[in-house]
T-cell receptor, first 113, second 115 residues
Framework: QQKVQQSPESLTVSEGAMASLNCTFSDGTSNNFRWYRQHSAKGLEVLVSIFSDGEKEEGRFTAHLNRANLHVSLHIREPQPSDSAVYLCAVSMTNSAGNKLTFGIGTRVLVRP | DPKIIQKPKYLVAVTGSEKILICEQYLGHNAMYWYRQSAKKPLEFMFSYSYQKLMDNQTASSRFQPQSSKKNHLDLQITALKPDDSATYFC??????????????FGEGSKLTVL
């Protein structure tokens, strides 16, 4: 069964400094990786999706995938206080029926002005 | 404006009672899902539906029953409620049900507390 672990559990960064979040997964056949953001008492906002090794940028958010190392990361460039939220990593198999995502427990990010 | 509407946003129930969580999506999607987020646990897949038919069920208990009266509706009926059912339930949708490169969009959740 797929296990998804995120680190660190929480992260405090200053406005403008780079924030880096990590996610490891256990099933090496996974090929569908997504990062979501969850503001308190709100739904999930998709940030970036990545499906092959390398880098994918969406605005200030960049995902790096290394499937051999079972690792996907998210980097937030020039974070702002409004980026303070819980960041969730989700992993699945492309073309798996049911579109079932396995989530990590999240990294809580606080951006200080 | 939110495109996936979940009702109610908050609800409190007593042990043993029954509740229905409502979900409607206005994205024109063909697939809908329920996920659950319990305290200090990851978001967990429960059900997926495609064209109003069940695709996958990862919920062990038959107390959880999805109901799809229309293509853009997927309600969740929970019977014989237990305190362990306390969680935020998220409805989601996607264009189709295969785990392709299409996006999965989530509603804002219904937070259920069972006393």
């Amino acid at each position: 069964q797929q296990k998804v672990q995120q680190s660190p559990e929480s992260l405090t960064v200053s406005e403008g400094a780079m924030a880096s979040l990590n996610c490891t997964f256990s099933d090496g056949t996974s090929n569908n990786f997504r990062w979501y953001r969850q503001h308190s008492a709100k739904g999930l906002e998709v940030l970036v999706s990545i499906f092959s090794d390398g880098e994918k940028e969406e605005g200030r958010f960049t995902a790096h995938l290394n499937r051999a190392n079972l690792h996907v990361s998210l980097h937030i460039r020039e974070p702002q206080p409004s980026d303070s939220a819980v960041y969730l990593c989700a992993v699945s198999m492309t073309n798996s029926a049911g579109n079932k995502l396995t989530f990590g427990i999240g990294t809580r990010v606080l951006v200080r002005p | 404006d939110p495109k996936i509407i979940q009702k109610p946003k908050y609800l409190v129930a007593v042990t043993g009672s029954e509740k229905i969580l409502i979900c409607e999506q206005y994205l024109g999607h063909n697939a809908m899902y329920w996920y659950r987020q319990s305290a200090k646990k990851p978001l967990e897949f429960m059900f997926s539906y495609s064209y109003q038919k069940l695709m996958d069920n990862q919920t062990a208990s038959s107390r959880f029953q999805p109901q799809s009266s229309k293509k853009n509706h997927l309600d969740l009926q929970i019977t014989a409620l237990k305190p362990d059912d306390s969680a935020t339930y998220f409805c989601a949708s996607s264009q189709d049900s295969l785990g392709g490169t299409g996006q999965l969009y989530f509603g804002e959740g219904s937070k259920l507390t069972v006393l």
